[in-house]
């Protein structure tokens, strides 16, 4: 019978204190909150929710949806104040619509990373979708830019269709500028959740955006890790592009 290789972890707890745990990377989400509870050594252990370099884990994707890796630190997190709000979600390249639910505390920004780990979309830009009348009687549709810095909670997505305006991987010059944000986050000293927009080029090495954050925003990123599509970024000598960069995505900076 065929066995599926475990990958050696550190689970650490609400009081800031770790234990080793063995994932199945083909368990579910929720079937690893249920392990690590019964890991706990004898301790009481509750696993409200579980965060990985920054982005809480869904219970009904499987492990290795998230690209989990060997040595990786998952976080339990206290159960979250704020509800969760249920949205319809357009896809403009096909015209497919599906249901996404999330926090409604977080941002415009945070929902396109959400979107892109989740779905494996990338997302270049949300809209949300007025009809003002009747189609049918001349009514008009009008689609307004949702802005990267608004909580989705203010801006009354609750009855309202939004379009998913994907980014375009192919066809773009390694030449050529594109813009990203940067996301910090907000367990990092002297930080609170903030955001960076930068304008890089495709064909510019790893070290040299670092030193760009440094240079323009003061951030030194030797002391925090990089993540791009729930993946580390190491090498300082590849290119962005190599590194699966586009225009509009979200890199997302942890302890």
Known sequence: MQTTTTIHMTVRTLTGKSFPIDVDPTHTVGQLKATIVTTGKGKSIEVPRLEYKGHELRDTRRVDHYGLVANDVLYILP??????????????????????????????????????????????????????????????????????????????????????????????????????????DDRIQDTEGSQIGVTVRLDQTLGSFKKLLFDKHSFRCTKHSLILNSRELKNDDHTLGCLHFVDGCTVNAGR
């Open 79 to 184: 159960p979250s104040k704020a509800p969760n709000i249920s949205l319809e979600l357009i896809r403009e390249d096909r015209g497919s619509a599906f249901d996404f639910t999330v926090s409604s505390g977080i941002t415009v920004a945070k929902l396109r990373e959400e979107i892109k780990i989740e779905e494996k979309i990338a997302v270049r830009q949300l809209k949300l979708v007025n009809n003002l009348g009747d189609e049918d009687e001349g009514g008009v549709v009008t689609l307004l830019e949702m802005q990267d810095d608004k909580a989705i909670s203010e801006c009354s997505v609750e009855r309202q269709k939004v379009l998913v305006n994907n980014a375009v991987w192919e066809g773009v010059s390694a030449a050529s500028d594109i813009c990203i944000l940067v996301w910090i």
